[in-house]
């Protein structure tokens, strides 16, 4: 499949999700979580999801609740989507944000 098509399918995962998340989650945590990006393999057998969130909760617990919540999500998913196979998703903290907030910090810092 063409690295295009994947990324398109990427972007609508993350949409999708997006809304999966603010519409039908019940639990709190997962209501404070925001998807970033999705990496989806060219079979389309798995989609890495990548993901931050801002609350008190530490990272381990939130995992954990993804990784529960995980074939609910996928099975919404299918739903939505109009593929023919819809990916495994395997959910990863987006480190990006805490890291881009910590250069602020640091150039902040050398400014003052």
Do not use: C, W
């Not at 690295?3 to 809304?19: A, D, F, H, M, N």
């Not at 919404?76 to 990863?92: G, K, Q, S, V, Y």
Request: glycine fraction near 2%; proline fraction near 1%; hydrophobic fraction near 40%.
């Amino acid at each position: 499949m063409s690295k295009i098509k994947t990324e398109r399918i990427g972007s609508q995962i993350v949409k999708e999700l997006s809304e999966i998340i603010l519409e039908k989650a019940k639990s709190e945590i997962l209501n404070k979580i925001t998807i970033t990006a999705a990496d989806v393999t060219s079979d389309l057998g798995l989609a890495k999801i990548y993901y931050t969130y801002l609350s008190e909760y530490d990272k381990k617990e939130v995992q954990d609740e993804l990784d529960k919540a995980s074939s609910f999500l996928r099975t919404e998913l299918a739903e939505r989507m109009d593929i023919r196979h819809t990916p495994n998703l395997r959910f990863i903290f987006d480190e990006s944000i805490e890291y881009g907030a910590n250069i602020e910090k640091i150039l902040a810092d050398i400014n003052k």
